[in-house]
Each structure stands twice: as C-alpha cells, then as structure tokens.
C-alpha cells in the first residue's frame, strides 16, 4: 500500500511529531510514525526504511524504564536524526551522558522557548542553513546533554545547548537539542531537505503518484466485491468516493442521507454533483421526516446528538442492505485520526461532544473497512481532489458537522425554525463569498437563537428570533479565534437578513474564541 521510499518517525510521544511528518510530506518524501512501543527489530526489517528519526517526547532518558529506539536501528546502515529526547536517547544509547534538568529532578538547566544557535562548523545537515550567522530555534527541554557519544562532533552550540546540533558524519547520525519542525524555528525545514537529500530520497511523492497507487490498491483489496459508501458531502467522504469509484466503477455504491438538517440547496447541490459528473450510483435518501420526527421535543444538546447518530446508523444500514453481495464499507479516515488511536499517549480524555460518525457500523454490519484517505493529511485530502478534478470551490467549502443544523438551532428544532435559519445562512455566507472572504474564515454560519425578541419595522411591531452569526479562523478546528470583521459588514449583514428573512428582527455576532467557546453553539 505504500511509497517505496519510507522514512519511519519513531514516536516518543512529542506534541508536534504530526508536524514532522507534515514538513517531509512538503518535500514529497513517504513517512509513517509510529510509536515506539511498536518499533522492534521484525517491525524494522519489514518497514525497511530509508532513513529514521527520532521525535521530541514528555519522558527523561534518565528516568529508569523510559522510552527507547530497538538498538538495531543503529544497525541499519541510514541515517538517523533525532529531535530533543530523541537526541537524548540515541546519545545516551550509544554511549553519551545526559544530566537531568529541573524537572526530573536533576541540577541541570532546562530551556523552553526561542534560542538562537550559532555554527561550529559545517555539516551537510546545515548546508544553506546559517546563512547570517545564527538561526533562531525553539527548544523545549528539561533535560540536557552533558557528554555526546563517541564518534559524534559539535556542530552548533546555542548560550544554554553547547550540542545543540551534534553529528556523526560517518555513520550520518545527526541529534538536535532543538525541534526544527516548529513555527518558531523559521528555516528548521531546510534542515528536513537536507536530510532526506543526504539519504538519498528521490522526493517523488505526489499525489499523482498516490492516486494511481491507490486505485491499484483498491482493486487489489476489493477484487469484484462491492463496496457502500456514506457520502455527506464533505471533502473526505467526496474524495474518498471518487477514487474508490475510479478504481472500481459500478461495484461501488454511494448512499447520501438527507437528515433534514442540510443547509439551503445542499442535498440537490451535493447528488447532483455526484450523479452528473461523475456518473456515480447513488442512492439520496430522503430521511427527513424520520429524524424531524425523533427529534422533536428534544432540547439537550447531547440527546439530540445522540440521536442523530443513532438514526443515521440504522438508515445507513437499511439502505446499504439493499447493495446484495456489499462486503466493504468506504471511509474517509485521515491520518490524523490514525495516529490519535494508536497513539500511546492518548486521546482527549473528557467528551465535550458526542461526535456524529459511522464508527461503529463496521462490526455491527460484518463488513469490511475500505480507507483510502489514511495515509493522508487534510490539506493532502485537498489536493487529492483537486487531481481527481473536484471543483476548487468545492474543495474550499468549509467544514459542516455531522448533525448539522440540529446543532446551530440550540433548543427545540421546528421546521418554521431551520427553514428561518436556512435563509439566514444562506444570505450570510452570500455576503461572505461577495466580500472575497470565504477562504479567509476558517468556518462560518448562522445559528438561529431560542428567543424572540421585540422589534419595530415599518410602523409596526415585531417579535421574531434573534439570530447570532459566527466566523472563526483555525487551523485545525481544536482552537479558533473569532474572525474581526469590519462594522460595514456585520451593518449590512444584519441589514440584509432582516430585510430578506422573515421571522428574524434582531442580529449579533459572536466573538467567543475557542477555548473558552466552542466553534459550534451546541
Ligand atoms: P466544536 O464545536 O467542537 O467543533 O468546536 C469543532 C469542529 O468540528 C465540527 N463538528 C463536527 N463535525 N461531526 C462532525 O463531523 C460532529 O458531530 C461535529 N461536531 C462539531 C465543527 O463544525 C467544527 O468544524
């Protein structure tokens, strides 16, 4: 299923090992992290890597029992770079010393922050890197090195890391204090470039490249089996649909539920799209009545929740029961979401929000899981589609929950209400798109409030729901900030809605960022 040239990421445990892997996928080189825990020797010779690296991680070398590479690692014969507690444990493994700082209880100095590190002497590693002499990095250490291992030299030296970059050039193993894969340590991907140039990468990772790999890898996986796929009309769902269809034609199956929670247009927008350009089966069906019905009188946000994704499981299922023969189910799974249920260090611990998803219809239906998507990042999700030909402004759409607009309506969902609420939105996101600020916002919409409030228009009075409107910029959805719009804006906005929308006589906008809010209202 994967490239030829694999860089493995061995996981200490590091908040930002994701983003190492996002800098090589920059440089079109394949790499995989995995946990520690599952690198032994048999992993190492069927991964077969071409060149290792070590992440930054919460634990001290010099803590009896803490994390370790296998030692054949150093036996493969490429190169090695390890980040913070990765350069900490291969110099402690191959013979170096390290103190431990403040926080493992040790005298030592611990450094958290910006530094700024200045060469000793060349190194392929650095090659264009200290170009005016130093390089601001960020370093995030308790513990120190205090002796490097034999055969490593000094390359770099900041005020607090006198090895804050050390090599061994014969066997190309290279240990930074610092973490090159942040923000904060601006030129840090040149050192990622110059290591997958030193091992030889050909960097030929593209998503064209990937498209046809995975289209065999379907075939191969489903072989004249059928597959059933929940479409919802988000980006993942859609590419992963598309590929499957390209490798597969006939033999897969869409089925789009509309829960009666769309947004204006959304449900002939969406099949429409599928049918037309792509030739797709699929089945769109019409639930509305059935999930309106359940939640009716339903006012928690949880339940609501809950019931939606109950429902959608048992439609899904009652449609997909009408595929004869289906073995496979299709999913959208990310990366990310692959890394967050192997990872060791695990996942939130506190449900602030039942999300809705097909989880767990696998089991329950005996099927089998067909996942495209799992080697990739988002931002590569894109950019599949984009080679699959999926229209930009598709691609572009901003994220819509599961539960829809269940979740923007807070309190009692009406049909008077999500039909006022459809209006809103779709005249606020009209504003938005005028004003060239879509793809600027990270998500935006309309939630419809459960009051009603007092208003004049004409001579008469009103009183009609109050509506609140929310933009937010984010990068991953975890935190978010609201987006500062202009007065002009949020004047004519609130102008337009209650000049174009009956049943809303009052507008506001939301500035709550995320924490302490959440980007949804429910
Ligand atoms: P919150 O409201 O938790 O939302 O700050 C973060 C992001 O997740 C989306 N969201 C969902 N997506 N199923 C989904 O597929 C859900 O149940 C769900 N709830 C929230 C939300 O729109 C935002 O992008």
Same mark, same amino acid.
């Given at each position: 299923?994967?490239?030829?040239?694999?860089?493995?990421?061995?996981?200490?445990?590091?908040? +930002?090992?994701?983003?190492?892997?996002?800098?090589?996928?920059?440089?079109?080189?394949? =790499?995989?992290?995995?946990?520690?825990?599952?690198?032994?020797?048999?992993? #190492?010779?069927?991964?077969?890597?071409?060149?290792?690296?070590?992440?930054?991680?919460?634990?001290?070398?010099?803590?009896?029992?803490?994390?370790?590479?296998?030692?054949?690692?150093?036996?493969?014969?490429?190169?090695?770079?390890?980040?913070?507690?990765?350069?900490?444990?291969?110099?402690?493994?191959?013979?170096?010393?390290? &103190?431990?700082?403040?926080?493992?209880?040790?005298?030592?100095?611990?450094?958290?922050?910006?530094?700024? +590190?200045?060469?000793?002497?060349?190194?392929?590693?650095? &090659?264009?890197?200290?170009?005016?002499?130093?390089?601001?990095?960020?370093?995030?250490?308790? &513990?120190?090195?205090?002796?490097?291992?034999?055969?490593?030299?000094?390359?770099?030296?900041?005020?607090?890391?006198?090895?804050?970059?050390?090599?061994?050039?014969?066997?190309?193993?290279?240990?930074?204090?610092?973490?090159?894969?942040?923000?904060?340590?601006?030129?840090?991907?040149?050192?990622?470039?110059?290591?997958?140039?030193?091992?030889?990468?050909?960097?030929?990772?593209?998503?064209?490249?990937?498209?046809?790999?995975?289209?065999?890898?379907?075939?191969?996986?489903?072989?004249?089996?059928?597959?059933?796929? @929940? #479409?919802?009309?988000?980006?993942?769902?859609?590419?992963?649909?598309?590929?499957?269809?390209?490798?597969?034609?006939?033999?897969?199956?869409?089925?789009?539920?509309?829960?009666?929670?769309?947004? /204006? &247009?959304?449900?002939?927008?969406?099949?429409?799209?599928?049918?037309?350009?792509?030739?797709?089966?699929?089945?769109?069906?019409?639930?509305?009545?059935?999930?309106?019905?359940?939640?009716?009188?339903?006012?928690?946000?949880?339940?609501?929740?809950?019931?939606?994704? %109950?429902?959608?499981?048992?439609?899904?299922?009652?449609?997909?029961?009408? +595929?004869?023969? @289906?073995?496979?189910?299709?999913?959208?799974?990310?990366?990310?979401?692959?890394?967050?249920?192997?990872?060791?260090?695990?996942?939130?611990?506190?449900?602030? %929000?039942?999300?809705?998803?097909?989880?767990?219809?696998?089991?329950?239906?005996?099927?089998?899981?067909?996942?495209?998507?799992?080697?990739?990042? %988002?931002?590569?999700?894109?950019?599949?589609?984009?080679?699959?030909?999926?229209?930009?402004?598709?691609?572009?759409?901003?994220?819509?929950?599961?539960?829809?607009?269940?979740?923007? =309506?807070?309190?009692?969902?009406?049909?008077?209400? #999500?039909?006022? #609420?459809?209006?809103?939105?779709?005249?606020?996101?009209?504003?938005?798109? /005028?004003?060239?600020?879509?793809?600027?916002?990270?998500?935006?919409?309309?939630?419809?409030?459960?009051?009603?409030?007092?208003?004049?228009?004409?001579?008469?009075?009103?009183?009609?729901?109050?509506?609140?409107?929310?933009?937010?910029?984010?990068?991953?959805?975890?935190? @978010?900030?609201?987006?500062?719009?202009?007065?002009?804006?949020?004047?004519?906005?609130?102008?337009?809605?209650?000049?174009?929308?009956?049943?809303?006589?009052?507008?506001?906008?939301?500035?709550?960022?995320?924490?302490?809010?959440?980007?949804?209202?429910?």
């Amino acid at each position: 299923m994967s490239a030829e040239e694999k860089l493995l990421i061995i996981d200490f445990g590091s908040q +930002v090992t994701q983003l190492i892997a996002r800098r090589l996928r920059e440089l079109n080189v394949y =790499c995989e992290i995995h946990p520690y825990q599952n690198v032994n020797s048999a992993f #190492l010779r069927e991964f077969a890597p071409k060149a290792v690296i070590f992440s930054g991680g919460p634990d001290s070398v010099v803590r009896e029992g803490s994390p370790r590479p296998p030692s054949e690692v150093y036996e493969l014969g490429v190169p090695i770079l390890g980040i913070c507690y990765g350069q900490q444990t291969m110099m402690q493994d191959l013979g170096g010393r390290v &103190d431990g700082g403040k926080i493992s209880g040790g005298g030592g100095t611990a450094e958290f922050g910006r530094a700024f +590190v200045t060469p000793n002497d060349t190194l392929p590693l650095l &090659d264009g890197w200290f170009e005016d002499g130093e390089e601001q990095v960020w370093m995030s250490h308790g &513990d120190h090195v205090s002796h490097i291992a034999p055969g490593f030299d000094v390359f770099g030296t900041s005020p607090n890391a006198p090895f804050a970059i050390t090599a061994d050039t014969t066997r190309n193993f290279f240990a930074v204090q610092f973490h090159p894969e942040v923000h904060h340590t601006p030129r840090g991907a040149k050192l990622y470039e110059n290591f997958v140039r030193l091992a030889g990468f050909t960097a030929d990772w593209t998503m064209g490249a990937y498209r046809e790999k995975m289209i065999a890898a379907i075939r191969e996986q489903v072989g004249d089996k059928k597959v059933i796929c @929940a #479409l919802s009309g988000g980006v993942d769902s859609s590419v992963a649909a598309i590929l499957i269809h390209e490798a597969i034609g006939e033999n897969l199956t869409c089925v789009f539920v509309d829960h009666g929670l769309l947004r /204006k &247009d959304e449900a002939a927008e969406v099949t429409s799209m599928f049918r037309d350009n792509y030739n797709l089966k699929l089945i769109a069906a019409d639930e509305s009545e059935l999930f309106l019905g359940e939640l009716d009188g339903q006012s928690d946000p949880e339940t609501k929740r809950k019931i939606i994704g %109950k429902l959608f499981i048992d439609v899904f299922q009652k449609y997909a029961d009408q +595929v004869e023969g @289906a073995e496979f189910l299709a999913q959208g799974t990310l990366y990310p979401d692959v890394i967050e249920s192997v990872s060791f260090s695990g996942g939130p611990s506190v449900t602030i %929000k039942s999300h809705h998803n097909v989880g767990g219809l696998p089991d329950k239906m005996g099927l089998k899981l067909v996942e495209p998507l799992r080697e990739l990042f %988002k931002d590569e999700v894109r950019a599949l589609g984009r080679e699959l030909g999926l229209p930009d402004s598709f691609i572009r759409r901003h994220p819509f929950p599961g539960p829809g607009l269940a979740i923007r =309506c807070p309190g009692e969902i009406t049909r008077e209400k #999500l039909e006022i #609420l459809r209006e809103a939105d779709a005249v606020y996101i009209d504003q938005i798109r /005028k004003r060239g600020l879509y793809d600027e916002i990270w998500q935006a919409y309309a939630a419809i409030l459960p009051v009603r409030t007092v208003g004049v228009m004409g001579d008469g009075r009103t009183y009609d729901y109050a509506c609140a409107l929310r933009a937010v910029t984010s990068v991953d959805g975890m935190t @978010a900030d609201y987006y500062p719009f202009n007065h002009e804006f949020l004047s004519e906005t609130a102008t337009r809605i209650i000049n174009e929308v009956a049943g809303i006589n009052r507008v506001t906008y939301d500035i709550t960022s995320k924490p302490p809010g959440t980007i949804e209202w429910e």
